[in-house]
């Protein structure tokens, strides 16, 4: 078995996941999730939620991906994986790291987000907006300017009733980089893995820029792309605009819904909203936007 450390949890998992940080002193002291190989049902009884690939109750969640296998996460503390014969490692993580952690993070009830973010000396700043906008890239062009990272892909919101603060949790180490985007950041793909064999995505190595403590979230800004005259356009949004950008961006939100966490998935969602600067930043496709579009936020979160 293998030790490994995310979201402020201690997994331990049948096969390496080169993509996580190793257990170490301080992730035992984290609660326990365990990964193991087992038989997994066809279905749930009486599932509250269900779609082409997914069947839910309030604390077991049944992931079925085609070629792959099943996946059974229950009780916020165990993910079972029956898989298919002869499936690489590699595809099992892929699905165990992205839909099944963020299945077993609901059903812990905190509020996954699709974004990135940094860690800065005002707390934890989002990024968020639709696949292929440039999260990614804006993350690298921080960390090339002295950032670390806390995520790459989802974060998880909670609140912390110690400090009357709305927190997130440090999540993926490593990046995932289209290759449009390393092109952009002047990386070598041709010795970095794919995430998949047919995906021109690949993961990149980030963890000694990794920022592996809880802030307090800061700023939360979505990224727009647009066609507009101008490279970028930053723009303030209202009060009600600051929750649905937070709700649009929920990870998985289909997986979500009907849970019995979704009314405090609602409250930290709303103390998100009231407690952050949320902004709207649109950005031209051009070649020099991302250096622009670094200063124009750097700017704006450090003011």
Not at 45 to 54: K, T
Not at 98 to 114: E, F, K, P, V
Request: with cysteine.
């Amino acid at each position: 078995m293998f030790l490994y450390q995310i979201f402020q949890l201690s997994i331990t998992a049948p096969f390496e996941c080169p993509e996580l940080l190793e257990g170490d002193a301080q992730s035992a002291f984290f609660p326990k999730i365990t990964v193991r190989y087992g038989k997994v049902p066809d279905h749930l009884e009486a599932p509250l939620n269900a779609g082409p690939i997914f069947e839910a109750t309030n604390d077991m969640f049944l992931l079925k991906i085609q070629e792959v296998g099943n996946y059974l996460i229950r009780n916020g503390n165990e993910i079972i994986i029956d898989p298919l014969p002869d499936v690489p490692e590699q595809e099992l993580r892929l699905f165990l790291l992205g839909s099944a952690i963020g299945a077993l993070m609901n059903q812990r009830g905190y509020l996954l987000i699709h974004a990135s973010a940094i860690a800065t000396p005002k707390g934890a700043i989002l990024f968020t907006g639709p696949s292929g906008v440039g999260k990614s890239t804006t993350i690298q062009g921080f960390i090339e300017r002295g950032y670390q990272k806390m995520s790459d892909d989802a974060i998880a919101l909670y609140y912390d009733e110690s400090s009357k603060k709305v927190m997130i949790l440090p999540s993926y180490p490593n990046a995932k980089l289209w290759q449009k985007s390393a092109d952009i950041l002047g990386k070598n793909t041709d010795n970095l893995p794919r995430i998949r064999p047919t995906f021109d995505k690949f993961y990149l190595s980030t963890k000694e820029y990794f920022c592996n403590t809880p802030l307090e979230l800061a700023a939360v800004y979505q990224i727009v792309p647009t066609r507009l005259a101008v490279d970028i356009e930053l723009e303030e949004v209202n009060s009600m605009e600051k929750l649905q950008i937070l709700f649009r961006n929920v990870y998985r939100k289909v997986y979500a819904e009907n849970l019995h966490h979704k009314q405090n998935h609602f409250t930290i969602g709303t103390l998100a909203a009231k407690q952050s600067i949320i902004k709207r930043i649109k950005r031209s496709d051009c070649k020099n936007s991302l250096a622009l579009l670094l200063d124009t936020l750097e700017a704006d979160f450090s003011a």
